[in-house]
């Protein structure tokens, strides 16, 4: 069984204590959180240095950060800017606007 979830934080500290508080959940009930599977992405203007983000870690291991995360089909980007989802929203939309019109 496979299941999607996010953490959202106001602070780098407070993401760390969710995944510290998930990780424990998890532990609990017998369940794995897959590494290779779980990303990070910090919400900044364009302008913000890189080198300012903090590395999360899962118990031990350290978390990966991305600039881009697809999740229920949505792209968040670290910008914030969700252009980019709109635009997949709509090729989407028409792709199945023309597959009902047989065309």
Known sequence: MADD??????SPEA?????DILAKFCELM???ININKTKVVTF?????????IMQ???ESQPIKHTDKY??????????GNFSV????LRAKALRALYGLKGG
């Open 70 to 79: 697809c999740y229920l089909g949505i792209m968040f980007h670290s910008s």
């Open 85 to 88: 989802a709109n635009a997949e």
């Open 44 to 52: 900044q203007p364009d302008r913000a240095k890189k080198s300012n």
């Open 15 to 19: 993401l760390q204590v969710n995944i």
């Open 56 to 58: 999360f870690f899962l």
């Open 30 to 32: 017998g369940l794995k």
């Open 5 to 10: 979830l996010v953490l959202l934080a106001l």
